[in-house]
């Protein structure tokens, strides 16, 4: 392969256009900037028009074909009518266009007035019509939730229960890990297996088990409920094991000459090298339990212990789903967990690489 020119242009712009020794762009260099917007508008595309439609009416919602943008239909006040009339750019059989309002729809017909000359109704197929608009901005969304349905209550047990099963999964894994990594005795690849044999079990499998267990306990509808249970992941161990594995054993040899505990060498050793993989684990396991639905779904029935995600379901009616508020805070909901990952992802492809997950 042809070598880049030789002083390259480091700047975004400079990569972008950057050539080879002859000057031009190969065929493979056009394939890949093809590929690399493909997948960032395949990945971006749908949180951009969530972010955008979460800004939007009601009925902007509603509105077929939709629009990316958060536009509003345009409505004025008429003489003789109570109520604000939508506005509307009509185009006659004579091909003049004009701005009416219209009064009402029935069928492929509708009812129009000149705002300026109201006492006129004019009739005009729906098709020669077009919905005057304007970028309208519905703050409402984000502003209303809070007042009315206990959003911030929701949003404080989802944080609790995130970060509070976040710290016990780590604890919890990490020191299983430990074991499993550190320690040599017979049956260590057995008990592996039999924890990573634990993923084959359908989640749906266990639900009653568990809330048998729970109700045993007395935690229902509380948030212990949705923290213990699933702290201790197949997941988090294999990925842990693995990465202490890469551990020397010599350095753990040295510190139990010098006369360190286990829970030192765990503690101030092991963990503080583990670094990478468990602020992997951390990831997941903000990802697992902020977005967890079901399992709070079972064990919480009283909405002043809700979670996030079972509050959201409060915007859902029997017959009508408010979507604007739903989208709204689902923007909301997302923003914990693209915090934790802006802080920790530079960790991802370390921990991950040399954990051995694929």
């Known amino acids: 392969m042809a070598d880049v020119a030789a002083t390259p242009n480091r700047t975004l712009g400079g990569i972008l256009t950057a050539t080879r020794g002859n000057g031009r762009l190969h065929w493979t260099d056009v394939f890949t900037y093809v590929y690399l917007v493909l ?5 971006f595309g749908p949180v951009v028009w969530l972010v955008l439609s979460s800004f939007k009416t009601q009925a902007g919602l509603q509105e077929f074909p939709p629009t990316l943008l958060p536009l509003g239909q345009i409505e004025v006040q008429v003489e003789g009518y109570d109520q604000p009339l939508p506005l509307f750019e009509v185009t006659f059989d004579d091909g003049t266009v004009r701005e009416m309002a219209q009064v009402r729809r029935i069928g492929i ?3 129009m007035v000149d705002p300026d000359e109201p006492g006129e109704t004019v009739q005009v197929p729906i098709d020669q019509r077009e919905p005057v608009r304007e970028m309208r901005i519905a703050w409402e969304n984000y502003t209303k939730p809070l007042e009315t349905f206990n959003f911030l209550t929701y949003l404080n047990n989802s944080v609790i229960v995130t970060a509070a099963a976040t710290l016990i999964t780590l604890l919890i894994n990490s020191m299983a890990a430990y074991g499993l990594a550190i320690y040599e005795f017979k049956g260590r690849n057995a008990v592996m297996l039999f924890v990573i044999g634990t993923l084959m079990i359908p989640i749906t499998i266990i639900l009653v088990p568990t809330y048998l267990v729970v109700t045993q306990l007395g ?3 509380t948030l212990w409920a949705v923290i213990i249970p699933g702290c201790a992941t197949p997941t988090g161990v294999f990925l842990l094991r693995q990465y202490m594995l890469t551990i020397p054993r010599d350095l753990i040899e040295a510190a139990r000459m010098d006369k360190a505990s286990e829970w030192q060498i765990y503690w101030r050793i092991v963990l503080p090298l583990s670094l990478p993989a468990i602020a992997v684990l951390a990831i997941f396991s903000v990802m697992w339990r902020w977005n967890d639905f079901l399992w709070p779904l079972i064990v919480l029935n009283r909405s002043e ?5 079972i509050g959201l379901n409060a915007f859902q009616g029997e017959l009508n789903v408010q979507w ?3 989208l ?6 997302l923003i914990p967990v693209t915090i934790v990952f802006a802080f920790l992802q530079r ?7 040399s954990s051995g997950m694929k």
């Open 347 to 353: 960790f991802i492809t370390t921990g991950i690489a």
């Open 328 to 333: 709204a805070m689902t923007v909301v909901a």
């Open 305 to 309: 212990v809700y979670t996030l995600q």
């Open 324 to 326: 604007h508020f739903v």
């Open 219 to 221: 935690m229902v509808n």
């Open 109 to 111: 017909v509708s009812q």
């Open 39 to 43: 997948g960032v508008a395949l990945m």
